[in-house]
């Protein structure tokens, strides 16, 4: 028998009593010689009767050897009295008896000078009908620690040693298997502007700030809580005998640790946390299971970010209907996409200097066969969170080109504006949306307008001027939408490749006369395109005078209600009938929003 690799084996040699004598002796002394682990002959009684040098050398080096006639039983209990040597004893008492076969015990065993445990293998067979029995001392030490490290490994978080997301589980599962326990609740915290922290600064300098935050939520905790990490920015923690109440004074210490600015990469940067609490005992019988505790936690805090960031929220069932709702909301959607439940409106833009119709822009609308007609601000932020948004995008596209082309063929020329997402935008598939979807309909690509908003410009200017560009050589017009309440800096402006500013509604309503803030901020948006080589849209157009003031100030297009509300498909030619059509130039002007 070999003992495992990296183990340790001591060098043998054979110690017997003197009455051990004869024939058979000399046979067991021979196998004792044959195994590279310190080895001990048990006579029926458990006295030990012959050694291997390997034992008397290990009982050395340990500072406490245990000679031949010294009794086994009592020494392995001497040595630590626990359960595992108990059990040892037993089963040798057994073994010598032959009322079992073998023995295999592990035991630890603490250094007679202090320090770490070690740990041993102990086998031990009967080698005749007398009773005697052989006992073999394996250290499997280096094992052992092996073993606990990999362990622990598995269930911490590598970058801050926090107990990770199944290790959590485990832990909140074990408070709430007592029915009539203590209270137990738990708090989700995620990091406000984390990703801004990752964008800007880089991911080492945004790990620099997850181990920072686990000190200080460490230190805001008691002594029976416990913080964990999920992934991300996601810390949950498992407060052990508190309820509700208790939980969110933890809470609001929490958000304190976040008053201190964090130093990352040289620089102080003010940061602040939206936080979840759910209390096992606090919507009527007890919670069972860790999953449904941290989902309801998870729902607070998805909550108080909506609420504006930096705050705290409780968990309350209308939370969890609402939750579902979104669910089985996307799958509706998901179906609504491909089976025809999807309608667009469209309303027109005109062009202020000639009152002609300029264009219109698509609007999605989602015909429900139970809800009836929804507006977009019902469903597109479900399509947003469910990874809805690019199929939605392309049918949309689809469906406007293929109208407009209809339209064209009508002699009706309009050009059609589609509002894309930020995500057609992030994954890169923005230009290759838009020529299938002309390809498709045969609509000329200067009928188009592809749309997108001043804050989606401003994530990422690089990949969207790059996009830009190349929609523009292809002859596809594109707009900023909402400009002014985004944060563009003038130099990514100047180097986005766009033709149109939409200013934006909030603007253009409180533009109540020349002379007021918003119709200076107006003038200075269309001085600012034409500086850039645009034109300007002044969108939300909703009375007479805001029209008048809008051409007074320069805009090129205006839209909104006072010109016409959106309407389906059907009923544009009849709007349009009788009104002039601006002539087809190379590009022309209309966006969405």
């Known amino acids: 028998m070999r003992p495992p690799p990296g183990e340790r084996v001591l060098p043998l040699d054979v110690r017997r009593r003197p009455s051990a004598g004869g024939a058979d002796a000399v046979l067991v002394e021979a196998v004792l010689d044959s195994l590279p682990s310190p080895t001990v002959l048990l006579d029926p009684d458990g006295v030990i009767v012959m050694v291997n040098s390997a034992w008397t050398a290990a009982g050395l080096e340990h500072g406490a050897p245990i000679e031949i006639g010294a009794d086994y039983y009592a020494d392995a209990t001497a040595l630590q009295d626990d359960v595992d040597a108990q059990r040892l004893v037993a089963e040798l008492r057994e073994l010598s008896r032959g009322l079992r076969s073998d023995v295999a015990v592990d035991r630890a065993l603490p250094s007679p000078a202090g320090g770490a445990m070690h740990w041993y293998h102990v086998q031990a067979r009967r080698v005749d009908q007398a009773g005697h029995v052989v006992v073999t001392h394996t250290d499997v030490t280096a094992r052992v620690v092996a073993e606990q490290a990999s362990s622990w490994r598995a269930r911490h978080d590598h970058l801050t040693e926090l107990p990770n997301r199944a290790h959590l589980h485990e832990l909140i599962d074990a408070e709430l298997q007592h029915p009539d326990g203590p209270p137990v609740a738990v708090l989700f915290l995620d990091v406000d502007g984390f990703k801004d922290v990752n964008d800007s600064l880089g991911h080492d300098v945004g790990d620099d700030l997850l181990r920072q935050l686990a000190g200080r939520l460490i230190a805001g905790t008691r002594s029976e809580d416990t913080v964990g990490r999920l992934g991300g920015d996601e810390f949950v923690v498992l407060c052990r005998n508190c309820d509700a109440d208790g939980a969110q004074k933890l809470a609001l210490r929490f958000q304190a640790a976040f008053d201190k600015p964090f130093q990352l990469g040289g620089r102080a940067v003010q940061l602040s946390a939206s936080i979840g609490i759910s209390a096992a005992d606090a919507m009527g019988p007890r919670c069972t299971r860790s999953t449904d505790l941290v989902r309801d936690a998870d729902l607070a805090m998805y909550a108080a970010k909506a609420a504006g960031r930096n705050r705290i929220r409780v968990f309350t069932p209308d939370l969890r209907s609402a939750a579902q709702r979104k669910v089985e909301l996307a799958g509706e959607l998901r179906e609504a996409i491909d089976g025809g439940q999807l309608v667009l409106h469209y309303q027109p833009v ?58 064209r063929a009508l002699g009706i020329p309009v050009l059609m504006g589609v509002n894309v997402s930020a995500t057609s935008v992030a ?115 909703e009375t007479g005078e805001q029209l008048a003031l809008a051409a007074e100030l320069g805009c090129t297009f205006a839209q909104g209600f006072h010109i016409a509300r959106p309407m389906p498909a059907e009923q544009l030619p009849a709007w349009i009938a009788g009104r002039p059509v601006v002539a087809r130039p190379r590009r022309g002007a209309t966006a969405t929003s």
């Open 350 to 407: 005109v062009h202020l200097p000639t009152d002609a119709v300029e264009g219109v822009e698509a609007l999605v609308r989602w015909q429900h066969p139970e809800r009836g007609l929804l507006p977009p601000g019902d469903f597109l932020p479900v399509a947003e969170q469910y990874e809805l948004i690019a199929p939605l995008t392309r049918w949309v596209l689809a469906e406007a080109t293929r109208q407009a082309a209809e339209w």
């Open 427 to 541: 994954t890169g598939t923005l230009v290759d949306d838009v020529r299938c979807a002309l390809a498709a309909s045969g609509l000329p690509p200067e009928q188009l307008v592809v749309e997108l908003t001043e804050t989606t410009v401003a994530e990422d200017p690089d990949r969207a001027a790059e996009q830009f560009s190349s929609l523009r050589i292809s002859g596809v017009e594109v707009a900023i939408d909402d400009f002014g309440t985004g944060f563009s800096s003038l130099g990514q402006l100047v180097n986005i490749p766009a033709g149109i500013l939409k200013v934006d509604r909030s603007l253009v309503t409180g533009a109540a006369d020349g002379r007021s803030q918003s119709a200076a901020a107006i003038a200075a948006v269309v001085a600012l395109a034409q500086a850039c080589g645009m034109r300007s849209l002044a969108e939300g157009v």
